[in-house]
């Protein structure tokens, strides 16, 4: 059951959405709009709002989310999740926030958001608590979307596609977090408040160096910082960075799962992987390298 229904906005006609109920059971069943565009919700629970041709980008596979799944649910990348919520609650702490988790996946940061906000805001004298928040997770793979709408129900989940225009309103989101996913500068700049956050996760150099090259995953773009920077640049500011660093010890399943829940697991499969990863001792010792970057909307926004 869905806590606050962020307003939300028709991907044919831009109108709003209204959420359609199921009877007396306090589900929603179905979005529509008066021009009478209409979304059901899948059996699992999110909303499908790609039309026309859909997204021509390749998303994640059945195979690639029960690995992510797996990896993250056993706590690997816990301080993680906790260091983002931390970054997000300032911004999140005034009366009816929005945050969008955009590449949300199976929804493991957007439920650490929620959690935290939970514990620590519900005796806030202006809210209560995560009940207050409206949360929205959006990706393009419907395997991802079907866990994230499971661990986060008091979500709106939706698939989209961020290259395309969001289906949220102007300045109508407190938090956009983005974690190792792609990123539209234009559209989080549209969505995000003045007081807003954006708040990236990205590798470091050294993440993961350890077993990157032997489980065939890519290696770190030296020059990522300024890419994100340069593409960010005159519609967002820097406001800070947090590095978080986590020593792994991983089981050959871990390893496996680590490869096939990022981009390598569009070109390889858990037969080669573990055939690849034959050898490995019963532990081998990890490094994860994050960093947390959050910028703030410009003043002066680029045209």
């Known amino acids: 059951m869905l806590s606050r229904l962020p307003v939300l906005l028709c991907p044919v006609c831009r109108q709003d959405l209204q959420p359609v109920g199921d009877g007396g059971t306090g589900r929603v069943r179905a979005l529509a709009c008066r021009e009478r565009h209409s979304f059901d919700a899948a059996r699992q629970g999110y909303f499908n709002l ?98 994230a709408a499971k661990l986060n129900p008091e979500a709106i989940n939706l698939v989209g596609d961020v290259w395309q225009p969001l289906p949220l309103p102007d300045a ?23 007081t807003g956050r954006l708040i990236v996760v990205t590798p470091r150099a050294g993440h993961l160096g350890e077993i990157a090259s032997r489980a065939g995953m890519l290696g770190i773009d030296p020059g990522k910082d300024e890419r994100l920077a340069d593409a960010l640049a005159g519609r967002f500011s820097p406001l800070s960075t947090q590095d978080i660093d986590v020593d792994l010890s991983l089981s050959p399943e871990d390893v496996a799962n680590l490869a096939l829940m990022g981009p390598a697991g569009h070109h390889t499969d858990r037969a080669t992987l573990t055939e690849r990863l034959a050898g490995l001792p019963q532990t081998t010792r990890v490094s994860a390298r994050f960093r947390i970057s959050i910028f703030v909307p410009s003043e002066i926004p680029a045209p």
């Open 50 to 147: 790609l039309v026309g041709k859909g997204t021509a980008f390749e998303s994640d596979t059945a195979e690639m989310v029960a690995a992510r799944a797996a990896f993250l649910d056993a706590g690997h990348y816990r301080p993680l999740a906790e260091a983002l919520a931390r970054a997000a609650e300032p911004a999140l702490n005034g009366p009816a926030p929005t945050v969008l988790d955009s590449g949300t996946g199976t929804g493991h940061y957007l439920r650490a958001v929620l959690d935290y906000l939970d514990d620590h805001l519900k005796h806030r004298e202006h809210g209560d608590g995560a009940d207050g928040v409206a949360a929205v997770g959006l990706d393009i793979s419907k395997f991802a979307l079907r866990r």
């Open 172 to 194: 109508a989101v407190d938090v956009v977090t983005v974690v190792f996913a792609p990123r539209s500068p234009a559209e989080f700049a549209r969505v995000l408040k003045p």
